[in-house]
């Protein structure tokens, strides 16, 4: 019997020491963990903070203590060196919460990234070209981070925090016909309105497939859904449709630029009107569409398709050409308030058989709230990277659309409203049918 005890014991001491240990290196696993915070910009998204947990409480912190180091990576692509691995510079640390929230004391810290434009170890997504197309894609981004003054190693990610992406729901889905299924993002506005407006946004070519997050981060189309563009419609629904492959793509995969119809534009009209009748306060006096490249293209269809139905269109790199829209069509969207943005410098979607031509005719029919803001060159509007001096592709005129910076008529004079100057948000909230 006493052996029997003694047996007993020292399986149990067995059990606790292996439930310790176990604890213990759960404990440790979970202090190895990191998130890491994605923010969008107007180039598209960038790795920008890294939370890290700690095992004791501090109250401050050293930023020359850590390196960062990152590995970028695609199946079945090849990368080039200097865009799949390198070091991350770490320009600011701060005691934080989990969620990257400064603190005065706390059990995480907060390291912040260098960003910019044309560093692409920070990037998270990669324009990846298959089977004749290119689209912006997720790929797998692993980081090591290393505290030189007690070689503590964080390695394995925990979560990400997007901020813009992580107000939207991702899930929506709508089928056509049974043989078109589109995804779709899509945002609810927090307010006691008894109705709100509808803000469509389509993106272009580089963002179809089936993963609704990127339509909104890969060119910062999520800002429609922040506090200030919010502010100026009081909450207005956002939506964001993603189409498979290209929005001007007709049934053999070709571009059509308007010469011929597409295969989308009627299963896109019926998801939209779908998501409306699905969200009965939306003001269905008060829906505006518009979209860049193809999603500009598919913008302008729609309003030509249904010029009753939009109350107003804001279109950045018109891909839709000129020469393919009769007289009659733009004689029937006359009356529609459209503001169109363009560089003169876009080499994709060329001003002189887009833009420039649908803009003259228009206004020659007589239409008397159409706008185009017409810039030289696409540059950095936050000043953080260059500001006028630095110059990004003409054709992302986009970005600025996404930061609601157009403000001005193709003469160079402000867009007006009652006597005063109105960005092309506060004009489009404006619009009613």
Not at 70 to 80: D, E, L, N, P, T
Not at 255 to 270: K, P, Q
Not at 395 to 419: C, E, K, L, T
Request: with cysteine; net charge negative; charged share 20%.
């Amino acid at each position: 019997m006493k052996n029997f005890l003694n047996i007993r014991a020292l399986m149990l001491f067995a059990l606790v020491l292996f439930t310790v240990q176990k604890t213990m290196a759960q404990d440790v696993n979970s202090q190895a963990n990191y998130t890491i915070v994605i923010e969008g910009y107007d180039w598209g998204p960038a790795v920008n903070k890294v939370i890290l947990p700690l095992e004791e409480m501090v109250s401050e912190v050293d930023p020359d203590n850590y390196t960062v180091s990152v590995k970028r990576s695609a199946a079945g692509i090849q990368m080039q060196a200097d865009e799949a691995s390198g070091s991350r510079e770490v320009i600011y640390a701060y005691v934080s919460d989990e969620k990257g929230e400064r603190v005065e004391e706390g059990k995480h810290i907060t390291l912040t990234l260098f960003v910019s434009p044309d560093y692409v170890l920070g990037s998270p997504i990669k324009y990846i070209r298959q089977n004749n197309r290119g689209s912006n894609k997720w790929i797998d981004y692993e980081m090591t981070i290393t505290n030189s003054s007690n070689n503590k190693v964080w390695n394995k990610e925990k979560g990400r925090i997007r901020p813009g992406i992580d107000a939207f729901d991702l899930s929506g889905s709508y089928s056509y016909n049974d043989k078109l299924t589109m995804s779709y993002a899509s945002f609810t506005p927090n307010t006691t309105r008894e109705k709100s407006p509808l803000i469509i946004w389509l993106h272009g070519g580089g963002e179809g497939g089936t993963d609704p997050s990127i339509p909104i981060i890969a060119n910062k189309a999520a800002n429609y859904a922040s506090e200030e563009i919010q502010s100026f419609f009081g909450g207005a629904y956002v939506l964001a449709p993603q189409c498979p492959s290209a929005w001007m793509h007709n049934a053999e995969g070709i571009s059509t630029h308007g010469r011929e119809n597409d295969i989308y534009n009627e299963g896109l009209m019926a998801l939209i009107n779908d998501y409306v009748i699905s969200n009965p306060k939306i003001d269905t006096d008060r829906i505006y569409v518009g979209g860049c490249s193809n999603g500009g293209y598919m913008a302008l269809k729609l309003i030509l398709l249904y010029p009753d139905y939009f109350a107003a269109g804001y279109i950045s790199a018109l891909a839709y050409q000129s020469e393919y829209i009769t007289e009659e069509q733009i004689n029937s969207i006359k009356n529609v308030p459209i503001w169109f943005i363009h560089s003169a410098d876009d080499q994709t979607t060329i001003a002189q058989k887009t833009v420039l031509p649908v803009y003259k005719r228009l206004i020659d029919s007589g239409a008397k709230d159409t706008h185009l803001s017409y810039y030289k060159n696409v540059t950095d509007i936050t000043g953080f990277f260059g500001g006028d001096d630095y110059r990004y592709n003409g054709h992302w005129s986009w970005i600025y659309s996404h930061a609601n910076d157009a403000n001005f008529d193709f003469n160079g004079n402000p867009v007006m409203i009652d006597g005063r100057p109105v960005s092309l948000m506060e004009w489009m909230s404006a619009q009613k049918n």
